[in-house]
């Protein structure tokens, strides 16, 4: 397997991931519990919906910026 198809199938298990937590963010904050500081922090009473969304679209934009070999510099220097 070359690195090309490597980076393809990191990016497709980050898309996969991030799109999860972005679907499923009312399931994870019913099993996790809502996070206090995000409710704080976003100021409104979603907040803990909007951080497990964030979460996912920092997975999908880092498996983009992976597969199309811009974080190359920060990972093999």
């Given at each position: 397997?070359?690195?090309?198809?490597?980076?393809?199938?990191v990016?497709?298990?980050?898309?996969?991931?991030?799109?999860?937590?972005?679907?499923?963010?009312?399931?994870?904050?019913?099993?996790?519990?809502?996070?206090?500081?995000?409710?704080?922090?976003?100021?409104?009473?979603?907040?803990?919906?909007?951080?497990?969304k964030?979460?996912?679209?920092i997975?999908?934009?880092?498996?983009?910026?992976?597969?199309?070999?811009?974080?190359?510099?920060?990972?093999?220097?």
């Amino acid at each position: 397997m070359g690195i090309v198809a490597i980076k393809v199938v990191v990016f497709l298990l980050a898309l996969v991931v991030g799109f999860a937590f972005i679907i499923w963010a009312e399931p994870l904050v019913r099993f996790f519990g809502k996070a206090e500081w995000a409710e704080r922090r976003f100021r409104t009473s979603g907040g803990s919906y909007l951080l497990w969304k964030l979460v996912g679209l920092i997975f999908i934009l880092v498996g983009f910026l992976f597969v199309t070999g811009t974080l190359d510099p920060i990972l093999w220097p």
